[in-house]
């Protein structure tokens, strides 16, 4: 198991403990209303949300990077004379 697994597998069981502790009804004020909730199911949403987002935010980009369109923008694809005079002596 990597580091990264253990410490996932550490937030988990801490996160589990944590929320079994609380399961008594407490009184949340949800806009403008009052709602009798288990504190279990509400840090049970705001973990699972909190997860999701961090999955969304947390994600890679799927821009790809084409090397080649780079270099024929900064050295001009049609231009034949993409070598300094300094190199072209070297080469021959």
């Given at each position: ?50 997860f ?37 002596d070297?080469?021959?």
């Amino acid at each position: 198991m990597s580091i990264k697994n253990i410490f996932a597998l550490v937030i988990v069981v801490l996160l589990t403990v944590v929320i079994m502790q609380n399961t008594d009804k407490v009184k949340f004020t949800i806009l403008f209303s009052d709602v009798y909730l288990p504190k279990v199911t509400v840090m049970t949403a705001v973990s699972v949300a909190a997860f999701i987002l961090g999955v969304l935010v947390g994600r890679p980009k799927n821009k790809k990077y084409d090397i080649g369109e780079h270099y024929d923008n900064i050295h001009g694809k049609d231009n034949p004379k993409t070598l300094s005079d300094e190199d072209r002596d070297y080469i021959n």
